[in-house]
Structures are given as C-alpha cells and as structure tokens.
C-alpha cells in the first residue's frame, strides 16, 4: 500500500520533485515458472537459458516539478507500474538513474500490509506503521480515518467479514491521511461506490498544492483529464508523448482506435 | 540545483548504505512488533483456544515425551525427561525460526511489490515470531523444573547468554533461508527433512555424553549441537557450560548471522524482480 520514504526534506515551489534520466528496466523472467534446483540441473552443462529478457521501460526521462499533478496513460504493458515501482525504489533499474527530491508516499495497490483476521482497527495500525507512520500519527489521525472510510461499527470486526468495497475503502482512507511531498497512486482511485469515488477524487484534489507532486495511474481518461496539468503517454516502454492533458489524451485515443480498427480489419 | 535525496541506480550486488539502513529498519520497530503479533494471530485464526495454544502446544509436547519416558519407557530418570523438554524447547526456537524464515521473503510478495521498507523486517518478524512461541515453553519448563526436582545453582544464569547466541543464531539461519528460497524454491520443500536431521544428530533425545568422541568431532559441522549441549548442563543439570561448547556455538551463531546478513542486503534490491 504506502510508504513513505524516511527522509524530510525541504524544498522550494516549481523545483524538481523527480528527475528520470534515460531510464530502461529489463526484467529477466525464468521461463520455468519457479526458479528450482531441479530445473537448474536439467538445463545445467546443456547450456540452455532458462530465463527471458522483458523491456519493461525503454530510455524514458521525465522531469516532475513541484505542484505538477502529473497522469501516465498507456495500454496494459505499456510500463506504467514498472515506472513508479523505479521511481519509489522498490525496483531498482537496469538503465539511467532516477532522483528525488522528497519523501515518496506510494499507493501502487490497496490493503497491502493487511490482515485479514484482524480487525479494521488493528489494520489501520498496520497499514499506518507498513506506511511509515508512528503510532503517535496514526493516534491522532485515527478519527479522521475511520470517518473518512464511512465503516462506521464495522471498524472492530475482522476485516475478513468486510466486502471488497469496504475493505478498499479502509485502504483509501489510511493512504489519504499521510501527507507526502511526493505522492504516487496507481490505480488505486477506482474504489468503491460512486459516492466514495467522487470522495476519494475529492481528497486527491486537497492534496494538488504547490508544494507537492502526484503521479496517478489511471485508465479513467476523464478523470486523468479532469485532475493533472500534464499528462505523459508510454507505449510498450517508450516515452510516445507528453505534455497537455487534453492532446496527449486525444493522441492516445486516436491510437487506441486505429489499433482496434486494425484488428477488427483482421478478425474479418 | 538541490542535492536529491535519494538516487536510484542501476544494482550492483554490494552492501547499501548501512546507516540509512539500519535507521530505516529502527524506524519500523513498531510495525515490525505489529506485524508479527498479527502473523502470530492469523496462525491461530479461528481455533477455539486461540493464543492459549501457544502454553497448550509446549504442554502437550512435554506430555508425550512423559507418556514415552515415565510410562511406556519404565524410566524415573528426572535428569532424562528435564534434558529432552529442555533441549525439545530450544530446538524448537531455532526450527520455527527456519520454518519462518524460509517463506518470509517469497510469501511477503504484495508487500515488497508495493511497499518499499528494508526487507531484512520479513525474517526478522519470523524470528521474533519463534520467540514469542518461546517464551510460555519457559515457563512451562520452569514448572516442570520445579515437579520432577531438578537441581538450582547459580551457574544457571548461564542461560542468558546461551539464549542471546540460540537466537543471533535463528535470527541468522532465518536471514539466510529467507534469501536462498528466493533463488531455490526447493529449499522449503527440503527444509522438513533438514529440520528433521538436525533434531536427531543434536543432543535432544540423548545426551551428549553418551555420543562417541569419534562422532562428536563429527558434530563440530552441526551448528547447535553444542549449543543445546550447554543449554542442557545450565537448565537441568544446573552446572557451567564447558567453554569449548560455547565458543563453538558462538562461532556458529556469528558465522550464520554475518554470512546470512550479508548476503541478504547485498541481494534484497533484486528481490522484488525475483517474485
């Protein structure tokens, strides 16, 4: 779910929040599905490779500016996720070099940290505390947490009784409370309801000031549209364009569509 | 131009920054007490008695071994049935700390695909884990100490020390397997059989002065024979633990926990990629 980075740092409005250079990330995947020994010693003397290479990003360099809210469109595969795992330092890349310049707060999946068995109270601990948050913070922002995921009683029963929409709810509110000076979302605005959406873009709304930068994910193009002042489109690991909301959205619309054309025109 | 605060580069197996790294890991001291009291919950999730199994379990072991000495075995040797609960306690530390250890790593993947933390915590959680399971087998030994007569000296403070290396020595082994069954997926498969041997070639249901001399120069290879050799001496027998046995089993515990600790950090960065 979150983390956030240990360091505090200060920083001036409009200066570079991160800065990818020429970044490329291959990942080598085994082809077995599990790296055993067996399969080691089948394959050993024979010189046969048993893993495959994966361009995930390809030479990708964007520069994100403080009080920049910017979106990553792109298909499934495009890098998206690949992308913020570099950028949070849970991947490290095989290319280039990422800076940044702040305390990184991610929410790339929602309820990681969790347990199930526990309560919804317990869990707001555990989630605060796996996000870096000291039990003082979580303390003190309990209150705002639980109102904010509207569970009401349901906070004390164990989260295995909750639906998925409760459960993303609870996850959602404990990544809203913490205040980053970087903050990376993927996927993680499409939770719940109607009602609880319209909240959770709400609270991302709060969080656009001028000293803060935010990395959405979205699929959700309006939304992209509607919340970032810039927008960068990957395409299978490459950087296709970035710039204005509304062209690199219309860019990639008009590719998608002339993809889908094109394999309509095939299946006939 | 500000000085970024963190750069992320291509990897390269070597050590990261230690300070960084160790005040990142002192910083999540909390969650990881959190985490592993809420992984202890989850393992007896649902069961009626719940956290009393953790003083069921050490009860109903010391109850079979007494059902297979006292009554099928005819013995009334107090020293004997105080060695194997004794030594049965503290192998069972080091065994649930590997049976921990070995997933925490492959079974953390959400967490570490998502979450970035110094990802040493997931063994070290394992570890604390064993202890916690531990700690009510003491009191139960204590108990059980008190019944069948044991004897008391003060040699017996010797424990503490023997318990810091019992468990420097789980936190390493713990460390290790966590890493190697990123890379060889088998070792947990295996890890029952290694478990299995080392509880019949260390001093548990024998003693180990019935062992040869010739096979004991043998035991220099397994890492806790001595160590729950002298555990036996200090606990039951209430004497001193010979030195020999002590340094042997503190080169052990250091070598497992540096090699493992080492070989864990420069390798944590690839983990996630490794999932």
């Given at each position: 779910?979150?983390?956030l ?7 001036s409005?409009h200066?570079?929040a991160v ?8 990942y080598?995947?085994?082809?077995d599905?599990?790296p055993?020994?067996?399969a ?11 893993t ?10 964007i520069?994100v500016?403080?009080g920049t809210?910017?979106?990553?469109i792109g298909s499934n ?19 280039g ?7 990184v ?9 969790f347990?199930p ?5 317990d ?5 605060g505390?796996?996000?870096?948050m000291s039990?003082?913070e ?8 639980a109102d ?6 349901a906070?004390?029963?164990?989260m295995?009784?909750?639906s ?12 809203a ?8 979302i993927?996927e ?17 709304k709060?969080?656009?000031t ?11 193009l ?5 919340i970032?002042?810039e ?5 299978k ?8 909301p ?6 990639y619309?008009?590719f ?10 095939e299946?006939? | ?6 750069v ?6 070597g050590?990261?920054?230690?300070r ?5 890991l002192?910083?999540?001291r909390?969650f990881?007490?959190?985490?592993s009291?809420?992984?202890l919950r ?9 956290q ?6 050490p ?11 006292y ?5 009334s040797?107090?020293?004997?049935f105080g ?10 530390l080091i ?32 570890t604390?884990?064993?202890l ?8 139960v ?6 019944v069948?007569?044991?004897p008391?000296?003060?040699q017996?403070?010797?424990a503490?020390?023997?318990l810091?290396?019992a468990l ?12 190697i069954?990123?890379y ?6 295996m ?6 041997s ?22 220099i290879?397994?890492?806790?024979f001595?160590?729950l050799d ?17 340094m ?24 996630a990629?490794?999932?």
């Amino acid at each position: 779910m979150i983390s956030l980075s240990d360091f505090k740092h200060e920083h001036s409005p409009h200066s570079v929040a991160v800065s990818v250079k020429d970044l490329g990330l291959t990942y080598t995947t085994s082809i077995d599905k599990k790296p055993t020994l067996k399969a080691r010693l089948k394959t050993l003397g024979r010189g046969k490779k048993h893993t495959r290479i994966v361009r995930a990003l390809n030479d990708v360099s964007i520069d994100v500016h403080y009080g920049t809210v910017l979106g990553i469109i792109g298909s499934n595969g495009a890098g998206k996720s690949s992308l913020m795992r570099v950028i949070s330092g849970i991947v490290p890349p095989t290319q280039g070099r990422v800076e940044v310049y702040g305390s990184v707060s991610t929410l790339l999946a929602l309820g990681v940290g969790f347990n199930p068995s526990m309560t919804g109270r317990d869990n707001v601990y555990l989630g605060g505390l796996a996000a870096g948050m000291s039990r003082e913070e979580i303390d003190s922002n309990f209150d705002a947490i639980a109102d904010f995921s509207e569970l009401g009683e349901a906070i004390d029963a164990p989260m295995r009784t909750y639906s998925s929409g409760m459960y993303a709810r609870l996850a959602f509110s404990v990544a809203a409370v913490v205040e980053p000076d970087i903050l990376i979302i993927d996927e993680a605005l499409s939770t719940g309801d109607a009602k609880f959406k319209e909240k959770s873009l709400n609270r991302i709304k709060e969080l656009r000031t001028a000293d803060r930068a935010l990395i959405l994910v979205s699929h959700a193009l309006a939304t992209i549209e509607d919340i970032c002042n810039e927008v960068v489109w990957l395409n299978k690991g490459k950087l296709m364009m970035r710039g204005n909301p509304s062209e690199v959205i219309a860019a990639y619309r008009e590719f998608v569509d002339a993809r889908k054309s094109a394999s309509s025109d095939e299946d006939v | 131009m500000e000085k970024p605060v963190v750069v992320y580069e291509p990897f390269r197996a070597g050590l990261p920054p230690m300070r960084e790294y160790l005040r990142s890991l002192w910083s999540r001291r909390t969650f990881i007490a959190e985490f592993s009291r809420s992984e202890l919950r989850e393992q007896n999730y649902g069961s009626v008695f719940g956290q009393l199994w953790l003083i069921l379990n050490p009860l109903l072991l010391s109850a079979v071994y007494f059902l297979l000495i006292y009554v099928i075995g005819g013995s009334s040797d107090a020293n004997r049935f105080g060695h194997l609960t004794a030594n049965l306690f503290l192998f069972y530390l080091i065994a649930n700390s590997l049976t921990g250890g070995v997933k925490a790593i492959t079974s953390g993947q959400r967490l570490i695909l998502n979450t970035s933390f110094p990802r040493v915590m997931l063994p070290i959680s394992a570890t604390i884990i064993a202890l916690f399971k531990f700690m009510p087998t003491l009191i139960v030994f204590a108990i059980i100490h008190a019944v069948i007569g044991l004897p008391y000296s003060w040699q017996m403070l010797w424990a503490i020390p023997i318990l810091l290396i019992a468990l420097i020595m789980a936190l390493g082994m713990a460390i290790l397997i966590s890493c190697i069954n990123v890379y060889f997926r088998d070792i947990s498969s295996m890890l029952p059989y290694l478990t299995r041997s080392l509880l019949y070639l260390s001093p548990i249901l024998y003693e180990a002065t019935n062992v040869s001399d010739r096979i004991k120069t043998l035991e220099i290879a397994n890492p806790i024979f001595f160590l729950l050799d002298s555990w036996s001496r200090v606990v039951v027998h209430a004497q001193a633990p010979s030195m020999n046995g002590l340094m042997h089993a503190t080169a052990w515990a250091l070598f497992l926990f540096i090699s493992g600790t080492y070989f864990f950090l420069s390798r944590e960065r690839d983990f996630a990629v490794r999932l």
